[in-house]
């Protein structure tokens, strides 16, 4: 029985090419499987960048880059809302800007470059996390429309010199 708000995948495994097996003799789906629903605007898969461009003890400055899809048949006037918080002193930093996404646009690029006072600085000693939580806001028809997407990220720089070796926040 299925209703008409029912999403009904049915899977059917066809295994008579090859019917034997040396070490398993079955087939299938073996393993737990997820569906994704996204909104008709979002964030494309793996669609978000942070980039730490300097950071010491005092500020550090950073971009997020966000690729936005819209399969709408109409430009999307998106809010873009990033929150960071840290995951150890529990301080939150926001920063927002408005994109315009084309209908159809599946590769929509927004970047916002930001600065932060006093980041608790990732390193190996000492892990400091961020979580990020990027908000879209837009209408679609008439009503508002959210989509929320976290990530887990780092404050660092690191670099590698030929007579310095190996520094992550300027320490070696």
Known sequence: YASSDDLVVSVRVEHTDISDSRWYNGSGINRPVEIEVHEQVRVREHGTAFTT??????????????????????????????????LTSGRVHAFALDAEVPAGA??????????????????????????????LIWTHSGTERRAVYEETVGIRTFRFDADRGFSINGEP
């Open 106 to 135: 599946s590769a929509s690029q927004v970047e916002i470059t930001a600065e932060m006072p006093q980041p608790d600085l990732w390193s190996d000693t000492n892990p400091h996390l961020y979580q990020l939580t990027t908000t």
């Open 53 to 86: 461009l300097t950071a010491d003890a005092s500020s550090a400055t950073f971009r997020i880059a966000t690729a936005l899809a819209n399969d709408t048949a109409e430009t999307a006037t998106v809010h873009v809302h990033h929150e960071l918080r840290s």
